[in-house]
């Protein structure tokens, strides 16, 4: 069985590195793994970029239909205000399948701004079964990434909030309306969408893209041999990390995105008690933590994750008060080295932060109830740590997931092999 992945990124971002963790864990299976992407960053040899240096013609498509790209999203820029919007367009339109070797089976995650969708599907061989892995809602939006309570991707996208418009046949109406036409030319039978979190899979399930289409959930997974429990002592002093404070961690892909709420996590260390005895420890690209209140330590990115799971070894609990998350691989890291974790109650994450059991929720923007809860679930860290250790080998090993995408594989080509005959 040969799979091809393809992906934006392979290492950048929560999504694409569980889309490379994922084709190590197959590779490791014995299934033939390749990776495709825009942006290199890692070394895997089987992890490969479209053409460098494309030949001239090649690069003044690309000019040509970037442009395009640039008018029909300028009107809306100021609305936006960085915030992600992605068009179902992109600069490579057919080149993608151009540069797949061959594959029984094609592997799609988050692909923003690399497949053009008209493009792709027209070109990828029609006997060629498609998993699609999301890692957020912009499959089956107009252009947003998380609709923040709007709902439009369950009838039609158009005035969209995001955008600020209030015009029915906006930008948002019109990707979804492409994004109709592609699905509704695909065999159901020919797709197959799997989320990590069943709360992303019942928001597919009800929009009116994907809902034609049959939905899995198969969580995301980590190496538990790589990210298990580690002597607490000798990891903060790894990383000068006071041996006597209340460590709490935060990480994130980027620490200046607003949207992992690291704000919030600021405002709350600002109520604990006794807040000399308090450490936050920040993982990740970004600005650094100056204005916490209680002594910070910033270990800056860390891509090697046997040092990642030191950082997490060396904390009390890890803070995720993220405004928008689906399954995040963060929370999973930290429950396989044993360490509870507080949460924003959002998407998927009360699949996995169990009150009582993996840590606690709370309601987003209380910044009370976050400290509180810090204060509270620190102290209880030891007590809940083989518990957190527990829930992440049985539930959410990469083991166990390529497993089941291995299985959901080879139905897919079964299928593909009964409809050939």
Not at 346 to 355: A, D, F, K
Request: hydrophobic letters at 40%; charged letters at 25%; a positive charge.
């Amino acid at each position: 069985m040969k799979v091809f992945h393809v992906g934006t990124y392979d290492v950048r971002g929560g999504g694409s590195l569980a889309m490379y963790r994922l084709h190590r864990g197959m590779r490791q299976r014995g299934v033939d793994s390749s990776v495709l992407v825009r942006n290199r960053f890692s070394v895997d040899p089987d992890v490969h970029v479209l053409p460098v240096r494309p030949s001239l013609s090649r690069r003044l498509r690309r000019r040509l239909r970037w442009e395009r790209l640039r008018r029909e999203l300028r009107p809306y820029l100021a609305a936006l205000h960085g915030d992600l919007f992605s068009s179902d367009r992109s600069v490579y339109s057919g080149e993608l399948v151009r540069n797949l070797s061959s594959h029984d089976l094609v592997n799609l995650h988050w692909v923003a701004g690399f497949i053009d969708y008209t493009a792709f599907f027209r070109a990828l061989p029609e006997p060629t079964p498609i998993v699609w892995t999301l890692h957020d809602m912009n499959p089956f939006t107009g252009g947003c990434h998380h609709d923040d309570g709007c709902r439009r991707f369950e009838a039609v996208c158009g005035a969209c909030p995001r955008l600020g418009s209030d015009d029915e046949h906006d930008l948002s109406h019109r990707i979804w309306k492409r994004k109709r036409v592609v699905f509704r030319n695909i065999r159901p039978e020919r797709i197959h969408i799997v989320c990590p979190s069943r709360w992303l899979a019942g928001e597919a399930s009800r929009s009116s893209l994907l809902s034609g289409f049959p939905v899995t959930t198969i969580p995301n997974g980590v190496d538990t041999d790589v990210f298990r429990p580690l002597d607490r002592h000798r990891s903060r002093s790894t990383h000068r990390i006071p041996g006597d404070a209340t460590v709490v961690i935060f990480v994130a892909s980027s620490l200046d995105n607003p949207q992992k709420g690291l704000e919030f996590l600021l405002r709350a260390l600002e109520h604990v008690p006794a807040r000399e005895r308090y450490c936050l420890v920040t993982v990740g690209p970004g600005r650094k933590v100056v204005e916490a209140g209680v002594r910070t330590i910033d270990l800056g990115p860390v891509d090697d994750e046997r040092v990642l799971a030191e950082a997490y070894s060396a904390a009390d609990v890890l803070a995720l008060p993220s405004l928008r998350e689906n399954l995040p691989s963060t929370t999973i890291e930290a429950l396989a080295c044993g360490i509870p974790v507080v949460a924003h109650r959002v998407g998927g994450v009360p699949e996995i932060v169990r009150p009582g059991v993996t840590g606690e929720l709370v309601d987003v923007g209380d910044v009370g109830s976050l400290a509180a809860t810090i204060v509270d679930l620190a102290a209880r860290s030891r007590d809940l740590s083989v518990e957190c250790r527990r829930v992440a080998v049985t539930e959410y090993s990469l083991e166990l997931q390529s497993e089941r995408y291995e299985r959901l594989y080879q139905q897919m080509l079964a299928r593909r092999g009964r409809d050939d005959t």
